[in-house]
């Protein structure tokens, strides 16, 4: 989870590869953001923004899709960065790929996306003060009522096709949203892919698997498995008694934050890695 232990080891990895003068970190630490790639036969897309209400409010977010047909519907639930340019990037891409894809903004109980200035980061002390209280707000029951009124949403829109299930990924603060997504639709979620996502292998995250239905993508932080190794074990063996399929691995050189192309610890070839394992279970789940 993103916290000052993580930000701390951010700084560290920083540092030390710009010691040793390479070109990916320096560009990260300079705050470069990645021109993400089209698939190979990318579909045309079209992107909207749009509110979705739920019972606590009205929800900006972003919706993109092929620009025809019907396609499976996937939901993202952003780092603690929120919905912003580089997830905008990041659900186009997917969308080219075949899927209708809804960003959210899942502060939007606190303020409306994007929230971050140019040059402001979560590594700043200020930026992290300013967002605690609106993550306080995201209690358990507060995401899981939020995951089924967007999962609502999607059923409900001409470009998505209700025979296939519905995907979730979440990074960072968005690995336990998926779950609770999971947890909370089982009967229309049927893969969740989580990227350095926090606390997933808490107690009351394990409780969630056996209400799940979803086969899982869990990509791990090689830093996070360093500060707690047992938790991919405990997450291994909920998921094998819950007789759910879970590839479930460390991402050896990549540390939390790796995956979205505006994180200064952007690691491409790990984070091209993930992408590709995260379109073949959309693939062979949905």
């Known amino acids: 989870m993103c916290d000052e232990l993580t930000v701390a080891d951010n700084e560290r990895f920083l540092a030390d590869a710009m010691s040793r003068r390479a070109f990916g970190a320096a560009a990260a630490a300079v705050g470069i953001g990645v021109l993400l790639p089209s698939p190979a036969n990318a579909l045309a897309v079209k992107g909207r923004d749009v509110t979705i209400k739920t019972p606590d409010g009205v929800a900006d977010a972003y919706f993109v899709a092929p620009a025809t047909g019907k396609h499976p519907a996937v939901l993202v639930w952003p780092d603690i960065m929120g919905l912003r340019p580089a997830f905008r990037q990041m659900a186009d891409r997917l969308a080219e790929s075949g899927y209708a894809v809804l960003t959210v903004n899942q502060f939007y109980r606190s303020t409306k996306a994007p929230f971050l200035k140019p040059g402001e980061s979560y590594d700043q002390p200020e930026v992290r003060a300013k967002i605690a209280p609106w993550r306080d707000a995201l209690t358990g029951a507060a995401v899981t009522s939020d995951g089924k009124a967007f999962v609502a949403w999607l059923d409900k829109q001409p470009e998505v096709n209700r025979k296939c299930g519905v995907g979730s990924t979440g990074y960072c603060m968005g690995g336990p949203m998926v779950m609770r997504t999971a947890a909370g639709t089982p ?100």
């Open 187 to 286: 009967g229309r979620v049927r893969a969740g892919a989580t990227f350095h996502g926090g606390g997933l292998a808490a107690d009351d995250m394990l409780a969630l698997i056996p209400q799940m239905k979803a086969h899982y993508l869990i990509a791990i932080a090689a830093n996070d498995d360093e500060r707690a190794p047992g938790d991919k074990d405990k997450l291994r063996a909920a998921f094998a008694t819950a007789k759910l399929p879970a590839e479930i691995e460390v991402y050896q050189g990549a540390i939390h934050g790796w995956c979205p192309p505006d994180s200064r610890v952007y690691n491409q070839a790990q984070a091209e890695r993930a992408w590709a394992r995260l379109l073949h279970l959309f693939k062979t789940a949905l």
